[in-house]
């Protein structure tokens, strides 16, 4: 693009009015699927100039003027209800189906047919959950969208393909412009992500080619890592990947904001870890390296939880470094949130080893006990325990960017899949909530 | 497969218990998708060891134990006509949707994970096609596996390909198998149908890469053909493509007996049309050259229909042949509908001529006039006017094999595809089934 | 080809000179290089078009026409040895040589910018060895082009491909083309021996994409192949390939008569048996079924050793199956070479078991000790010893075709490939011609 | 790399002698083929390892004791000479070659079997191009792999691909590093280079899949460019590609140092026309915007045709801008050859009008009349000329960077390529040295 671009454009009445005769042309489509879905082509192309409101305003029509009919649904379920447990059931039953269904749905598919328009339909998605925040009335919209782009990019038809230097330059910058978790400051820096000691993997839908859904980065090494800068160092030496034994998950990202609901990362890292083991039969071990996105934010909400954590002999070592007590103003600054906050404090020579033990014991119970509807409430842990992982071991100090600082005082955590356990794990953790974890982190999490 | 291969077997009580509970255990979800998915690969292969009677007894569980409950579908009905016209009526359609979503399809799509599972879904359908026929009670589950399908083989997702002799022989195998038209005698023939004077088209789905949905073959002639034997003759000598004025679409085959329903034929010859346009400039007709596989048995049907076509000097010239008038056995020979009466028939020397002209005449007002619900009873003539074509001419002796002669008398038409004209010709059939056609052939309709 | 095709011409005295004409230009290169390509293009047309007389009276003007110019080779070689050890003798060498270099090649290498030049110029090495036989004034322009295609089918340029039933039928056509020991019958043979329990593969030349160079075939058995029919059998059930241990290579063809003297085929079966060790870790065994395709010629020619292979005993036996002794007509039908002769003979059920042990001892003795020039007079066993294989097993009645009977009594033999001695095997070979045979091949081979 | 790699070390007299033996026993092929390539393999590392002053001792090693046997030479040669015009004359040339033929060969082309090894070929050619100038010892051995490497990389054996901004990021990256005439400053600069008005086609060898061998860029416009600045800003708004009307290739580049010798040029621009004029059947006007490399260099030699260009009405305006006279220090400026002097001179606002047409003219005369063996000594005319192009127009600060102003006071040149002349040019060209230009041009070069 070239930073070039037209600007989107405010809505007039008179092309909003324009647009709601296209949306009843779709819908209705007259005249032969051909010319349908051209006039589709020109009301998506009419949707992309458009600005927020004048979106919105275009949703909205969809969502309200083309629902089902209550009075026709009504009647389907009166025959439906009426022909239970008769031969006429079945008949019934197809008719409500059809009833219920919308129109919407049927304008939203004619974009379908556009080059690009898998894309169009999950960025406009992607619109739709901006707007639906403050306006339920698009709700039904939202879920018929959802429910077609679950049929859609249902796992079946995703590719697990591997990424490298060698791939198509404008597929590494999405790359670039999608990586969550870990910023990719530069193509030097991606092309060490690259190296022949990573790997990194991607799942693509056949109509979006160039458009990672889920990529996971992966370090090959020869013991767990403690230290996500260390992976990340461009100067770092190369290792041998012959030699490893070990996979480091260190970065796990979505990327399509309009997908929110369709699942299928956790069948990502079940391919990458068999395709990892055919390729390094020496590989044992397959873990992450994952951020607690929420442990700051829940201790500052939970301030006796960090006051619990300090046991009669860390105050001592902390009175040793000058630190007074629960009241002193270092421990207010950990809590404050800002890199500075951390930052100074856990660059203090004497407090660092004094507050090592106490905070990872908090970090241990955050993720065992805090929870929300019986599942952790920090997503990540969600998201592994859920497919199958155990808290191996948390880090100290193991991110100390700025992020890493203000959100969990730099700590990291492993998130071990052991093929053996994953299955037992997960039916555990999705029937009760059982979550596995070392005899460490237990010991950690224990009051 | 070398023609070994398991036998079918017929259920047993125990073995359909079985498959019950790996049902029930589907529809649960219960453990990981990843297992869930494993359990879904063996009740396929459950599946399709089983005879015809299985299958049905199990399609039936589907359809019947794992529909929507009546009393949930009564509840959110009531809750979502309360709302309607409230601020609460977006979020009671979501529910009544979702109570009326049902487990049949979770089950069904947990298909799609394994290996092959779009065919898999595919080739159920057909099944359930078969089986519905006879048995209503399966209607639901068909529409809802069609709603998917529908959704799965939507004209965005599939790729046309253009198929030569340097295509795989695993995929050129099934054009040997679904040609429907014109048989494919033997890999010459296959060969001589994709030479440098021919082109053949087909749509695939990304799962189903050596499956072609529909395929047409064209003939890149220098006028408009009036004999498929010519056309299919190994012998004849090759044109030169690059002086081609005319595309004739001879044969047009349908693949998949599941995805009846699934419409995608009417973007093939308009996807083909642009191809061509742009590596044969010179290509001004596009045409096709079409069986009328029902004219015969309406004949039969409607004898007085027969009777009207022959004029006065008609039967003169049939009196100099020796036929006698409308009783004559010749005549009735002609509606014996077996190759033997109508080729005897045909090729009396004197007869032939004498019977040009009825014939032709019987088979314009065919095209024109047998009707049903406003849109001709040809399925040929239904598919190619609903995509814009017109009748064009009517070819005597066009076909001359055994089916060509009981199904039609040998006669053919073109239905010509004039890009300028189609849209029109499309929405004014789908309107009010109005129907273009050439002076010629309006002509001879009239009676 | 559909069977239709040019009709190759006699050429005339003008259309000669017309070619005479077009030679001198290509071999001075008026002009850009782009029209001398182009008359290139025009001349291989021409040459296509003539009859043989033509083409070797073409061959011979490129031979003799455009050769080196003794005038000139002669003072670049007195100037070269004049500076032999001075330091102007590099120069005199760059000279020497470009005094050699022929018009010839230049004129041949024009070609390769046609499309499909390289194949043109390995059809006319093709051409160009049928005609050197009788005409050795050929020789030099046959050792110039065999030079310049050495070059560019060096083995670092050739890909080693799978074939499989979804490779190209084009390239499928071919191997039924090809197949030079077995032949392939129909499309379901060749769909047969690229079944799951079998592999094919072939070196491809990038520039002739669909032209296998050499191919080979192999079974996957669990145990050493002694019968070639049974391996051939469409009607056999597949073996489970997972579970293999031997690889059996039971066909190599050479598809190119034009690439004689460019060496490849024993880079073949090393890159193969890569191949399968990787894909099927199980494979313990790779060996060859083979034919002996000079053993009957060499009987004809040398009786005595015929006569010497019986022993006592076996004159014994023979005389209980009505043998009278050597002289008795059956043996000498036995020498016969045609298929009745060797058939009538070893379907006599008393007779066949008295002639195992004889024949075999005669097959072991063939291979072992008729030799020219040091190496075996059998040129496929020449071919296996120089890659380093080891004579393993004669195999009694492995192949009852005509073909088998009259080249060989059916006897076929196994020659294994053990990765652990071929490099010794193949130095013993190459130094001295030592032959590594099995215990029990050896201990027939003795008289 | 991510800048780490071994260490280039001198060789010891003990690892010569080591390679000095591997030699040997790739020359002598002892061993199998697959075992004489592996120690090519070890010989191509040990190379790879060793700094400048081992290289070359290597080289000269293979260079001086693997040549030819001057004694097997004359000894051939007689008997040669001796056959001459007579039935031995055949074999005769046959065995003079086969003696000319020198190990040299056989030890370079075993590196073709490893991994990469065309690439190391080149690569070692481009080594012995850079020892050969101080070391003409090694000429031969250069020929020799210059004649290989020209039978390797003949037309007919690459490809041409257009590269965009979906192609693998390995090879954009030889782009950035490669491109020669218009520095590439970053990925951004990279991607506008590769948007929808432009094109770049590169050739390629199909052993060299992510290495381009020349690449040529194109700018896609509605008029003959004249200023290079313009077509590489980024900023610039996108042309419609579709209504382009003038190809301009601003930027050719060869890659491979190792390649010197080989053409392929001239094909190249020769094959971008055909597939441009497909793609954009508007186009009508294809030519460059060139540098002129040699002017500001062939002006300090020959101060005199400076002095001509000025006319009296030249001196008379350059009087009003205060330009004394042809020693005024402005003047001297303008042939230092910096870009201080250049631009400063051009810079100033009287001058700048005043300088134009004087230059101009000498920058013509330069093209025109400067030569050197009957061509231009331009480099960039000799190519263009020697490929049909004509000279068509001249532009006044048409590339105002550092590079432009000190070569050629930023004045660079359209050579169109006229697809009706291109043929006669090069002939005329190629055979006398004739130069077409535009009646313009001729103009300005007159005295």
């Given at each position: 693009?070239?930073?070039?671009?037209?600007?989107?454009?405010?809505?007039?009445?008179?092309?909003?009015?324009?647009?709601?005769?296209?949306?009843?042309?779709?819908?209705?489509?007259?005249?032969?699927?051909?010319?349908?879905?051209?006039?589709?082509?020109?009301?998506?192309?009419?949707?992309?100039?458009?600005?927020?409101?004048?979106?919105?305003?275009?949703?909205?029509?969809?969502?309200?003027?083309?629902?089902?009919?209550?009075?026709?649904?009504?009647?389907?379920?009166?025959?439906?209800?009426?022909?239970?447990?008769?031969?006429?059931?079945?008949?019934?039953?197809?008719?409500?189906?059809?009833?219920?269904?919308?129109?919407?749905?049927?304008?939203?598919?004619?974009?379908?047919?556009?080059?690009?328009?898998?894309?169009?339909?999950?960025?406009?998605?992607?619109?739709?959950?901006?707007?639906?925040?403050?306006?339920?009335?698009?709700?039904?919209?939202?879920?018929?969208?959802?429910?077609?782009?679950?049929?859609?990019?249902?796992?079946?038809?995703?590719?697990?393909?591997?990424?490298?230097?060698?791939?198509?330059?404008?597929?590494?910058?999405?790359?670039?412009?999608?990586?969550?978790?870990?910023?990719?400051?530069?193509?030097?820096?991606?092309?060490?992500?690259?190296?022949?000691?990573?790997?990194?993997?991607?799942?693509?839908?056949?109509?979006?080619?160039?458009?990672?859904?889920?990529?996971?980065?992966?370090?090959?090494?020869?013991?767990?890592?403690?230290?996500?800068?260390?992976?990340?160092?461009?100067?770092?030496?190369?290792?041998?990947?012959?030699?490893?034994?070990?996979?480091?998950?260190?970065?796990?990202?979505?990327?399509?904001?309009?997908?929110?609901?369709?699942?299928?990362?956790?069948?990502?890292?079940?391919?990458?870890?068999?395709?990892?083991?055919?390729?390094?039969?020496?590989?044992?071990?397959?873990?992450?390296?994952?951020?607690?996105?929420?442990?700051?934010?829940?201790?500052?909400?939970?301030?006796?939880?960090?006051?619990?954590?300090f046991s009669a002999s860390d105050w001592k070592r902390l009175a040793a470094a000058?630190?007074?007590?629960?009241?002193?103003?270092?421990?207010?600054?950990?809590?404050?949130?800002?890199?500075?906050?951390?930052?100074?404090?856990?660059?203090?020579?004497?407090?660092?080893?004094a507050?090592?033990?106490?905070?990872?014991?908090?970090?241990?119970?955050?993720?065992?006990?805090?929870?929300?509807?019986?599942?952790?409430?920090?997503?990540?842990?969600?998201?592994?325990?859920?497919?199958?992982?155990?808290?191996?071991?948390?880090?100290?100090?193991?991110?100390?960017?700025?992020?890493?600082?203000?959100?969990?005082?730099?700590?990291?955590?492993?998130?071990?899949?052991?093929?053996?356990?994953?299955?037992?794990?997960?039916?555990?953790?999705?029937?009760?909530?059982?979550?596995?974890?070392?005899?460490?982190?237990?010991?950690?999490?224990?009051?």
């Amino acid at each position: 693009m070239n930073g070039r671009g037209e600007q989107a454009t405010e809505p007039t009445a008179r092309s909003l009015e324009r647009i709601r005769a296209q949306l009843h042309e779709c819908a209705e489509g007259r005249g032969g699927e051909i010319s349908t879905r051209q006039r589709a082509a020109r009301l998506a192309e009419a949707y992309l100039r458009l600005d927020d409101s004048g979106r919105k305003a275009v949703l909205r029509m969809i969502a309200l003027e083309f629902g089902p009919d209550p009075a026709q649904v009504q009647a389907a379920h009166s025959a439906y209800q009426a022909a239970v447990n008769t031969p006429a059931q079945w008949d019934a039953e197809a008719q409500l189906r059809a009833a219920m269904r919308s129109r919407r749905l049927r304008i939203l598919t004619q974009f379908n047919a556009i080059p690009q328009g898998v894309k169009f339909l999950v960025d406009l998605r992607a619109d739709l959950l901006r707007f639906v925040v403050d306006d339920p009335q698009l709700k039904p919209l939202d879920r018929e969208l959802e429910a077609r782009l679950s049929a859609w990019f249902d796992v079946g038809f995703l590719e697990l393909q591997r990424i490298t230097w060698a791939s198509p330059a404008a597929l590494l910058e999405r790359l670039v412009q999608y990586e969550a978790v870990h910023e990719i400051r530069s193509w030097d820096d991606l092309k060490n992500r690259l190296d022949s000691d990573r790997r990194c993997y991607a799942f693509f839908h056949p109509r979006m080619p160039l458009e990672p859904l889920i990529f996971v980065q992966v370090a090959l090494l020869e013991e767990l890592a403690d230290d996500v800068q260390r992976l990340l160092d461009i100067e770092a030496p190369l290792t041998d990947a012959s030699k490893a034994t070990t996979a480091i998950f260190y970065s796990i990202s979505a990327t399509q904001a309009g997908l929110r609901g369709v699942s299928f990362g956790n069948f990502l890292l079940k391919r990458v870890v068999d395709d990892l083991q055919r390729d390094f039969p020496r590989l044992k071990t397959f873990a992450t390296l994952s951020p607690l996105p929420g442990l700051m934010r829940w201790a500052q909400r939970n301030p006796q939880e960090l006051a619990q954590v300090f046991s009669a002999s860390d105050w001592k070592r902390l009175a040793a470094a000058g630190v007074d007590g629960p009241e002193s103003p270092q421990l207010a600054a950990l809590l404050e949130g800002t890199s500075e906050g951390a930052g100074t404090c856990l660059s203090a020579p004497q407090l660092t080893p004094a507050l090592r033990e106490p905070l990872l014991r908090l970090a241990a119970r955050y993720l065992m006990h805090a929870s929300r509807d019986d599942k952790p409430v920090d997503a990540v842990a969600r998201f592994h325990l859920g497919n199958g992982a155990r808290i191996e071991r948390l880090n100290w100090l193991a991110d100390t960017s700025t992020r890493g600082l203000t959100q969990s005082w730099g700590i990291m955590v492993n998130y071990l899949y052991d093929p053996d356990r994953i299955e037992s794990n997960l039916e555990a953790f999705a029937a009760g909530g059982r979550i596995d974890a070392s005899t460490t982190v237990k010991r950690q999490a224990k009051r």
